[in-house]
């Protein structure tokens, strides 16, 4: 079995002057991948491995999470090809793991996440917002092989306050 843990990042803010990928995440993001990382929390397990996009929004709510999980920022492996919004290279990441994780984190974007959900998981999801997570799981033993899965659960913020 192998399951993957996707997490958008949180709410973005965008009054500020920067490039796409220094955006910093409104208080609003904070708040809401702080729910989201407690709820994950009381009842999970910590995944092996986990990777972001090298995007500021994303970094930021993996490093939250990582803070609510006591994970240390060691842990975390910065990947370039995460920063994409239609998902093939996520896509393409995945396929491409090292089969000795079986339980992988990767936060990232939109359109690429909601995207991702649809074509792998059984539960149809119109947009994963942001500060969603989704998770994965296939009867898999090679990333390789990723095929269709079952969508074990969805944390939505809104469904948590």
Sequence with gaps: ????????????????DVIDRERPL??????????????????????EIIFSSPARRA???CEIFMNTL??????????????????RNVIDFI??????????????????F???SNIFGDTFID??????LVKLKFDINDWNDL???????IIIPKELK
Excluded: C
């Design 147 to 153: 095929k269709k899965g079952i969508t074990e659960f």
């Design 26 to 47: 409104k208080t609003r993001g904070i708040n809401d991948i702080k729910l989201v990382a407690n709820h994950f929390f009381n009842s999970n397990s910590v995944p």
């Design 59 to 61: 970094l930021s709510t």
């Design 1 to 16: 079995m192998k399951e993957i843990i996707l997490i958008r990042h949180g709410k973005s803010s965008w009054e500020h």
């Design 95 to 112: 396929k491409n793991l090292s089969n000795e994780y079986n339980e992988v984190m990767i936060f990232g974007h939109n359109h690429a």
């Design 127 to 132: 947009n994963l917002p942001t500060s969603g």
């Design 114 to 116: 909601t995207s991702i």
């Design 70 to 87: 006591n994970i240390a920022k060691e842990q975390v492996v910065v990947v370039e090809e995460l920063y994409d919004f239609d998902g």
